[in-house]
């Protein structure tokens, strides 16, 4: 009779384990985004390469990007600076709203660009 007990002791403790690691696996967005040390190459290109660059690039720009090469830095800034830019993510007035008949980006994403910009949105 002891060892069905032993199994089920066993068998609820790696059940009790491995739902506290889900947990910590799988936190809510906000506890997750990581804004530490926030700079162009690191945190912010591959946010435009996934999202952005299949309209915005070098090679796509002349037919689905509107002309807005976002590659470029340059012209990429000129965008910033008026805050088109951020308010084309936001999908507020100031902006088109992009990605153009996509998903908004995540919170996480939207927040990174913020301080991005915030500290004077650096090509670093
Ligand atoms: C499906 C193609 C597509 C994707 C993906 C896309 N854009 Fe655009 N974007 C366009 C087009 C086309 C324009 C030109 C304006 C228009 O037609 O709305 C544009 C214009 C812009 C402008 C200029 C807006 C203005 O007010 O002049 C900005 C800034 C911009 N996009 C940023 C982004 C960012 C940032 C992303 C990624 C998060 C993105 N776009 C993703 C197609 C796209």
Not at 29 to 54: E, H, M, R, W
Request: proline share 6%; charged share 20%; hydrophobic share 35%.
């Amino acid at each position: 009779m002891k060892k069905p007990l032993w199994i089920l002791l066993i068998a609820s403790l790696i059940a009790g384990c491995y739902y506290d690691n889900e947990e910590r696996l799988y936190p809510k967005l906000d506890q997750a985004c990581d804004t530490v040390g926030v700079a162009f190459a690191k945190t912010i290109l591959p946010i435009l390469q996934t999202n952005c660059y299949g309209c915005h690039s070098t090679t796509e720009n002349a037919n689905s990007g509107g002309s807005n090469n976002l590659e470029d830095f340059t012209i990429l800034k000129q965008l910033v600076d008026p805050g088109k830019f951020y308010g084309s993510i936001v999908q507020d007035p100031s902006g088109k709203p992009m990605p153009k008949g996509g998903v908004k980006l995540d919170t996480c994403a939207i927040t990174k660009i913020k301080i991005w910009i915030d500290h004077g949105a650096l090509n670093n």
